[in-house]
């Protein structure tokens, strides 16, 4: 290896490339052709009896006051919205993409699995919804350090719905 430190670099600048090629070339997969357009909560903000109304008003605040660098803000409205609708599985949905973007992403497995459980209990998740479920489990645990369960579920959540999960992540402003 030459000893000039511009040299070194670009040799590994060039190998690790290399290495993604192949990578990419071995891991592809055929691109789905059924994609949906996610659902973002303040859709759904209008539906289901008065408890349901109010506390998807309080997601959808909690989402802005995420979206705007105040998460422990947005993580008490949450909780808020829980105290006013504990089945609301939206709530769950937006405090687990809180967590899988925060500190400890480990936490938002929990809250994925109380949300799918609840859109179970209400005749399943929609097509519009699956994408985030999988994809919120696909960036925590990844986040997580356990990128070979993840990453095959952001790939999912990806070809699912893609202008959404093209960069592996959900923003609040894109579940408001």
């Not at 670099?9 to 052709?33: E, K, N």
């Not at 506390?55 to 705007?68: F, I, T």
Request: contains cysteine; aromatic residues 6%; charged residues 25%.
């Amino acid at each position: 290896m030459s000893s000039r430190p511009g040299a070194a670099r670009s040799l590994l600048w060039v190998s690790m490339a290399a290495l993604l090629l192949g990578s990419a070339c071995t891991l592809s997969l055929p691109r789905s052709t059924r994609t949906v357009e996610a659902l973002r909560i303040s859709e759904v903000v209008d539906e289901g009896d008065p408890a349901r109304r109010a506390s998807n008003r309080l997601v959808v605040k909690g989402l802005d006051a995420d979206a705007a660098g105040a998460p422990e803000r947005a993580l008490g409205i949450y909780e808020e919205a829980l105290r006013v609708d504990a089945t609301n599985p939206y709530a769950y949905l937006a405090i687990a993409r809180h967590h899988a973007s925060g500190d400890d992403p480990s936490w938002a497995l929990s809250f994925l699995d109380k949300a799918d459980a609840l859109f179970r209990a209400d005749g399943g998740p929609s097509p519009r919804v699956q994408p985030h479920l999988v994809g919120l489990r696909g960036q925590a645990l990844y986040a997580s350090g356990r990128i070979d369960q993840g990453l095959p579920l952001l790939e999912e959540a990806w070809q699912t719905a893609p202008d959404v999960w093209t960069d592996g992540r959900l923003d609040a402003a894109e579940l408001r």
